[in-house]
């Protein structure tokens, strides 16, 4: 009989290892998914600030020209001193990455 105590012994460890496994694996498997979602909703938030940032920079670029036709001067001229004057006031500087060339190509790549 103690042979078979042994086998018995044996067989529910190993029954026990595969459950431990099997759960253990189901929950790596688990939280990767929801990491690889998780990563995906955040990506398609940084496409639309980007896309934001985008539009934004359109219609800058309108109202500037609206601004340089009244006050008579170039779209570059009025962009150039009303960013003068926003920095005076404590405003700040968009950045290098904010700039629509490197908005554009940032798209295109996200886009394929």
């Known amino acids: ?24 694996a189901g929950w790596y498997t688990l939280r990767a998914t929801k990491e690889g979602l998780n990563r995906e909703r955040q990506e398609a938030k940084l496409v639309g600030a980007f896309e934001d940032v985008l539009a934004l920079r359109d219609l800058e670029a309108r109202y500037l020209e609206e601004i340089a036709l009244l006050k008579g001067e170039t779209p570059d001229a009025a962009k150039r001193r009303i960013w003068a004057e926003h920095e005076r006031r404590g405003g700040k500087k968009p950045s ?4 629509r060339a490197r908005v554009v190509r940032f798209l295109e790549r996200y886009r394929g």
């Open 1 to 24: 009989m103690p042979a078979m105590d042994a086998t018995i012994a044996a067989g529910l460890i190993g029954a026990g290892s595969a459950v431990l496994s099997s759960f253990l």
């Open 96 to 99: 290098a990455d904010a700039e």
